[in-house]
C-alpha cells in the first residue's frame, strides 16, 4: 500500500516540512535575540519617517494616522 506513493511527493512534503520547520526556528530566535546596547529606547522622528516612501510600514501608518487626525481637527476648529 505505501510502495506506491510517489517518491517526488514525499520529497515535495518533506521539503516543505523542513522549509515551515526553519522559518519556525529562526522566528522564535529572532524573537529572543536582544536588542543591541543603546537601541532600546529609540525614538522615531515624525518627519523623518514621513520622509520614508516605504508606506507599508507600520510606523509610517501610525504618523500618516496621527496626520490625517490633525488635519482633521484643525479643518473642525475652522469651522
Do not use: W
Not at 543591541?36 to 525614538?43: Q, V
Amino acid at each position: 500500500m505505501f510502495l506506491n506513493i510517489n517518491p517526488y511527493l514525499i520529497i515535495a512534503i518533506a521539503l516543505i516540512a523542513l522549509i515551515a520547520i526553519i522559518f519556525i526556528v529562526s522566528f522564535i530566535i529572532n524573537r529572543r535575540t536582544p536588542l543591541p546596547k543603546g537601541c532600546e529606547n529609540i525614538k522615531i522622528e515624525e518627519q523623518t519617517c514621513l520622509a520614508c516612501s516605504n508606506t507599508d510600514c507600520k510606523i509610517h501608518q501610525e504618523f500618516d494616522l496621527k496626520q490625517i487626525e490633525k488635519e482633521l481637527k484643525e479643518e473642525s476648529k475652522d469651522k
